[in-house]
């Protein structure tokens, strides 16, 4: 008997360097009571507001591009669409900050692009705190989710749970990858984050 797997993508983890996080939690910190709110199909009331990257988006950006080479190395062929006649340059499009507040959520969603990232910078809550909060959502506490379909046609999700211990933690997955951002309970503290996305340069 032989076994034939099938190729697909996946998401990769890491951490970020602690410079590095101090330095966004900063601009964080200045953008969050700046007028430069950044609007996007997601803007709602119930939704975290967002605001622009401006001053790490060079540092922040090599660690990202690095983080896209190991990704290409587990996962080769992603950038390969199939629709370009020629090879072009990436570049990391402007990520932003997301505010996320008590009981705000983000739905599901996808990113333009071709890598996505999700950077987590403060999160106001340990495990199990918010685990009790969350009880109604089983014995894991839900916070990311990833959402797609199996070969043959079913639902599956992929949840990331997160807690005080995860600060730094960045993920990379295909931009196209549906996710969804669960609401926390247990404090009245700030959950930031970063996204962003890595394009072809056209």
Known sequence: MVVENINTFGVLKSKIPDKLRLNLLDESKKANNSDNEMLSGLTYPTTPKHYHVNDCIDELGKFVFELKDNYDKTYPGLHDIGVLTDSLPFYMTRPWFNYQEKNQFLPQHSHDGIYSFSLWL?????YEQEKIHNSW????????????????????FHNIPLSKEDEGTIIMFPSKLPHMAYPFYSTDGTRISVSGNISFKV
Do not use: A, H, V
């Open 137 to 156: 959502n089983g014995d894991t506490l839900k916070c990311f989710e990833f959402t797609y379909l199996t070969i043959d046609g079913q639902f599956k």
């Open 122 to 126: 403060q999160i106001p809550y340990e």
